[in-house]
C-alpha cells in the first residue's frame, strides 16, 4: 500500500497503529459507503423520540 501524501495522520488504537493520509483523512470513509447494500439497517432497532424541553 502506499499513501500519495507528504504528511499522514497516525492514530493508536488498542495495539493498532493507522495511517492516515493527511489531506484527505476521508476518502476511504467516503469509497466505502459503496459497498453498503441497499437493505443496510433496514431492521435498525431505534427508541422512540424523547420530548425534552428546550434549550
Partial sequence: MR???D???I???G???YVIPYH???QNLFESL???TS???D???QPDKQNRESL
Fill in 24 to 26: 484527505n483523512p476521508w
Fill in 43 to 45: 431492521e435498525r432497532n
Fill in 11 to 13: 492514530k493508536k488504537v
Fill in 3 to 5: 499513501i500519495n501524501d
Fill in 15 to 17: 495495539n493498532t497503529l
Fill in 7 to 9: 504528511k499522514v495522520y
Fill in 39 to 41: 437493505d443496510f439497517m
Fill in 34 to 36: 459503496e459497498f453498503f
